[in-house]
């Protein structure tokens, strides 16, 4: 019997970018995305402002292979752009998770050999 630590499958791993919104709006995406799917972020590591006026741009990684619950309706001080980066159909699971909490329009895509960009619009419900 191993101990070894099941490593994670690539193709399961979606990288969340959010820019351009307020702090508080970040939290509220991630502890939606957080309750839905495993991430490389702690649960109390809260997104934090960076210094001077400069622009904020936070990230995540999330494991779509599982999903730990689904995320109830969440409120947004306004919309919010999501870019999710990861295999086709793992990008589809992290949308579909978001969608428990949010109103979600895709505004955009890049579509690689294995992989897709997603532009992912967020509204309250």
């Known amino acids: 019997m191993s101990t070894a630590q099941e490593q994670p499958d690539p193709a399961a ?3 969340v970018v959010l820019d351009g ?7 509220v995406v991630l502890a939606a995305l957080q309750s839905s799917f495993p991430s490389d972020r702690a649960v109390d590591d809260e997104p934090v402002e960076a210094e001077g006026g400069q622009p904020t741009v936070w990230t995540a990684t999330f494991d779509v292979s599982r999903t730990l619950g689904l995320a109830g309706p969440a409120k947004l001080s306004q919309p919010v752009t999501v870019t999710a980066q990861g295999g086709y ?8 998770g978001l969608a428990e909490a949010f109103a979600v329009r895709v505004v955009g895509t890049a ?10 619009r967020l509204e309250n419900q």
């Open 13 to 15: 791993q979606v990288a």
């Open 21 to 27: 919104c307020a702090r508080e709006d970040a939290v």
């Open 89 to 96: 159909r793992a990008v589809d699971r992290l949308r579909e």
């Open 111 to 120: 579509a690689g050999d294995q992989e897709q960009e997603a532009r992912l």
